[in-house]
């Protein structure tokens, strides 16, 4: 059985450490002794190659028996191999697992399970947090090399992935938030095209995304989306300014939802973001709006 068949079907022995084994196959190949003299572009293949033929038929099991292979691989392998190859070598494979998490799958479960390890066992540190890596080139030069899953996201206009993300509190660690909705409103039809979305079904996407957005932002830059507008870019809704509330960027701002904000940032600042919003003691309907259900 190969490894692939292994984890799909949840046999995935934790002494055959996937990363593991394909750290040590690297390391053994006669042009790889010199690593420090290599660069990433000389491994950075195989290890897409081998990934890539486990995640293909990857199940939604085999995937939370990956991601803790691949935790408990970054938790060891800092004592055991040279710094800079193997900091190297771990982004690759998260950059690898994003792609494909991401891009080729598009599953909001696997989305849900990635967030769900990485915050609990790995992801203490915001910078180590694998949802807001970027996509790396495979082979090439490639157009998704340096996009975040966020951006890519607001991309393709994927509302229910984006409000995983955004429950997250991914949205709120961004430094210039206004960029991902000004992406989801200008950004070009292609991407949903190539994947038979016919353009009523990518608006209806888009003022979903846009509604999400709202419930986490208190202000929306208008200046900033006529400026790009001035320079000939098309939104995807026509009659875009009627689904920003005057409320982010005429009017006062709901104090309900400026109370929202200051919870939820406190609750990201401690890491306790989406799940500690239902250790408070408050009504459940309050809990929700909290967790952007409305």
């Known amino acids: 059985m190969s490894k692939s068949s292994k984890l799909c079907h949840k046999t995935f022995h934790p002494r055959s450490n996937i990363f593991c084994n394909l750290f040590d196959k690297i390391v053994k190949r006669p042009s790889l002794q010199f690593l420090g003299q290599c660069g990433y572009h000389y491994y ?17 099991d085999g995937f939370d028996i990956l991601l ?9 392998s800092g004592y055991r191999f040279e710094e800079n190859f193997n900091l190297e070598f771990t982004e690759i494979c998260v950059n690898t697992i994003l792609y494909w998490v991401f891009v080729r799958k598009g599953n909001p479960d696997f989305v849900e399970l990635l967030l769900k390890k990485t915050k609990k066992d790995y992801a203490q540190d915001r910078s180590c947090n694998l949802a807001q890596r ?13 996009i975040t ?13 984006l409000k995983i993300l955004l429950k997250y509190g991914i949205l709120e660690r961004e430094k210039k938030p206004i960029n991902t909705v000004l992406t989801i409103l200008l950004y070009p039809l292609r991407m949903r095209i190539a994947v038979d979305h016919v353009l009523e079904d990518i608006q209806e996407d888009a003022k979903t995304c846009l509604v999400l957005c709202f419930r986490v932002l208190s202000v929306i830059s ?3 989306i006529e400026v790009q507008l001035s320079l000939g870019r098309h939104p995807i809704i026509s009659n875009w300014l009627d689904y920003i509330p005057s409320t982010r ?5 709901e104090l309900l939802h400026l109370c929202r904000i200051t919870i939820r940032a406190q609750l990201l600042t401690n890491n306790m973001l989406p799940n500690g919003i239902f250790s408070l003691l408050i009504p459940v309907r309050l809990q929700n709006y909290l967790n952007l259900e409305s």
């Open 249 to 253: 960027y005429k009017d006062p701002c």
């Open 134 to 146: 970027t996509f790396t080139p495979v082979y090439w030069p490639s157009p998704l090399g340096g």
């Open 222 to 224: 208008i200046r900033e």
């Open 44 to 60: 950075e293949a195989r290890i897409y190659r081998t990934l890539a033929n486990i995640l293909r038929c990857l199940n939604l």
């Open 149 to 161: 899953p966020l951006l890519y996201v607001a991309q393709t206009r994927q509302s229910t992935i």
């Open 68 to 76: 803790t292979d691949y935790i408990a691989f970054v938790e060891k």
